[in-house]
T-cell receptor, first 112, second 117 residues
Framework: GNSVTQMEGPVTLSEEAFLTINCTYTATGYPSLFWYVQYPGEGLQLLLKATKADDKGSNKGFEATYRKETTSFHLEKGSVQVSDSAVYFCALWMDSSYKLIFGSGTRLLVRP | EAQVTQNPRYLITVTGKKLTVTCSQNMNHEYMSWYRQDPGLGLRQIYYSMNVEVTDKGDVPEGYKVSRKEKRNFPLILESPSPNQTSLYFC????????????????FGEGSRLTVL
């Protein structure tokens, strides 16, 4: 079946460090891929998306590229800030199933 | 302001006492869905609705009911709650894509934390 695997956290970084959160997926067909972010005490917010292979999604300094050959959608940011501390979820969407399939989430803690 | 509103945000109840978590969206979205979030499991879909009077099961529907009598509202009903339904619940709605169906761009409510004793 379809699934998403992302690296376990927590990931702890110093401010201005480079961030990578790994995400790989298994899917039959051609899913759309997403990163959602959950700040403490809040609901999830869409961070970025990519709908087909080789697309790059970007927002707020975060980027992820849809790699069909490696079935990956790794999240990167060149210089993290304390305000980026949150839980990040990788997810896939298949039009045929009408649901987002989420990874287990990766908690990021950025220290000043 | 575009939003999805859930109530209550926090609830502690006892086994077997029926409860309803309300969800309302003001974006005229046709698609709505409920998820539960549990540590280490991410979010899992409970039910979804493609439009008024059209609902279907997600991955973990056991012990839950839903209804969609109006486009804006999608309540989640726990007829006889049990401790294994202690969780954080999220309601979400979706834009329609070019083909007219939902996309993965979901708007989430702030969550309802439910504890069943």
């Amino acid at each position: 079946g379809n699934s998403v695997t992302q690296m376990e956290g927590p990931v702890t970084l110093s401010e201005e460090a480079f961030l990578t959160i790994n995400c790989t997926y298994t899917a039959t067909g051609y899913p759309s891929l997403f990163w959602y972010v959950q700040y403490p005490g809040e609901g999830l917010q869409l961070l970025l998306k990519a709908t087909k292979a080789d697309d790059k999604g970007s927002n707020k300094g975060f980027e992820a590229t849809y790699r069909k050959e490696t079935t990956s959608f790794h999240l990167e940011k060149g210089s993290v800030q304390v305000s980026d501390s949150a839980v990040y979820f990788c997810a896939l969407w298949m039009d045929s199933s009408y649901k987002l399939i989420f990874g287990s989430g990766t908690r990021l803690l950025v220290r000043p | 302001e575009a939003q999805v509103t859930q109530n209550p945000r926090y609830l502690i109840t006892v086994t077997g006492k029926k409860l309803t978590v309300t969800c309302s969206q003001n974006m005229n979205h046709e698609y709505m869905s409920w998820y539960r979030q549990d540590p280490g499991l991410g979010l899992r879909q409970i039910y979804y609705s493609m439009n008024v009077e059209v609902t279907d099961k997600g991955d973990v529907p056991e012990g839950y009911k839903v209804s969609r009598k109006e486009k804006r509202n999608f309540p989640l009903i726990l007829e006889s709650p049990s401790p294994n339904q202690t969780s954080l619940y999220f309601c979400a709605s979706s834009l329609s894509g070019l083909a007219g169906g939902p996309t993965g761009e979901l708007f989430f409510g702030e969550g309802s934390r439910l504890t069943v004793l």
